[in-house]
């Protein structure tokens, strides 16, 4: 159960409704997942959030698939469930594999390991890897 | 500076040195960065530790760029500056710009951001973020 | 479940059952919570625990309702469920107030991200930000 | 060193140069530090962060010297030098002083240690601290 | 529930069955826990997994028990239930006592405590404890 | 730089230099590190944090050289290089040796792996590792 209450459309304030409904005609979809019902609790919190996260998945350099990975990857690195859960099916509706997948927590594990090792035995910045002088 | 001595060629045990040589000839470069030459001060830890490197970020579903933005990604989370300047370093050589270095991190920043409030106000996961069972 | 099994007064030996008699003349309540229950187990960890906690959020030079707020916000970057439920059970009783709660957790999201971005981009300290040196 | 450049005001493109301009109005003062002057390289990036903490971080519910703290605390718990070390200077500029700087390092150690003991141990959430069904 | 099926023995490739068979045979029992049942949904990562748990976890120069004991704390730290749980099982199997239990809980909650004063504080490294330059 | 002041002991008030005085006491040497020196700032708190170190790391039912093990496990899944060097100092000073650091340092590294992989798939807990209800 959540810290303060999932809010149904007919809970919110008018404001809160309608971010929610520009969440539902940007994904197309009448489908509004709890994320967005807890935050509704706090307008400008939702709106904030909201508009933010549009701009920041939204077109840009870099492949949608490939920014719902990352998502994933961070999400894991912070042990959120809720947001693994959400944004592997949103990676998923995007094309996601089962094999990739697979790989994603790979990749994740990986790194898990070497940035451990490379703490753990405080490696100092090869000169190599640092940003030359301008 | 480094726990272990960052090891020169020279002092390392021949099972390392072997090891070492492998990196350069699977990366085309002589260049060998401190990561190894720490870790190499224990033969079969170095020996796992880049085989499973080179398995997990060859050949596989997931383009190679896309894999080291996934590196960087979760080395950000773990905070580990030799992880984010040696990922960041083989990523631009992937072909990584700077736009879409600064777009990645807007994803970490975005994704730490949503985690923070989904876990910090528990929101419950979705019924439909649920596999079904089979 | 707990790994150690959750003891009633009656299970407890008697330097824990002090400390838990102590907890209840300190809040002036005769509920104790599963944690004080748990680390019963070991007398000395409960006592030590709880003495540091008494002193740590006792009177001091700030504010009782801020100390439990700061306490919520580090459970939080922790990801700690349970920390996360009792001390904002603790908060509300302080007096917090359901839009304070939701601004808390926009302050621990919102440094989560620029966390992240000061982090993940390498960002040197300014001068102005060290101290003077004396 | 940072991963992209620290931008100098005429280095910026006039949209990045716009949001600097409102940081100095905003918190009157000429100095802007190193955070802004590396993010400024995406302006759309430094616009909405730029946004974000001055809604955030603005009056509200919480009082500001409060908010600072609350700040301080999630960049220990996330670690991040950068940010504590400015966030103490603003806190600083905002009334902090050393006992209290202190008081609240002893309350993030504090929350840590509990942190932990509650997860190591598994300690399940007490009926009492668990929203009531509506 | 997991995010990838937990497979029986009958629902694996032969490859992943192998793995598991060895899994089986290393430890002397039928009984092969959930993470190696979903993690053979990709043969490749199973096989990886498993030799460098075997590597790591078999004989070395620390005591298989102290192994475990230090695995436990990581996961602690890390906030893993499942690896909490399922390492702190093995432990047992190999002879950790409650008491023992306790004080491993003990010192990684005091090490939470001293580390984030050590970092919220910015405390300087000892030049005694730094590597002599060789 | 320290965020506060690394006190000498002439700079001490009484109160903390009494605490310095049983730091050097309990170790039979002169030599007293900066962690000591920046928390005398607060006298509650270096007492506070002596007693449970004294207490936490004294004799138990875990060996002295295992109890450091795992306080450098715990700090560098923290990331805190001031609390790795001095506790590996401290263990180094017990007996741990070269080996025996690369091999705790793979255990950290692959408890980080697993940890990641099980969070990430979201593994559920087999029913064998639950405690039994008694």
Known sequence: MSLLPILS??????????VIDDIRATR????????WRVIAHDPVLLKRTWENVKQVMGPG???????EMIYVAVSVANNCEYCIRSHTAAARAKG??????????AIVAMASTTNRLAIGLQVPVDEAFLPKPS
């Open 9 to 18: 459309d007919d809970q919110m304030q008018p404001a809160s409704r309608a």
């Open 28 to 35: 197309k979809t009448d489908f509004v997942n709890n994320f």
């Open 61 to 67: 350099t870099i492949d949608p698939l490939v920014k």
């Open 96 to 105: 996601l594999t089962d094999p990739q997948l697979a790989e994603l927590m």
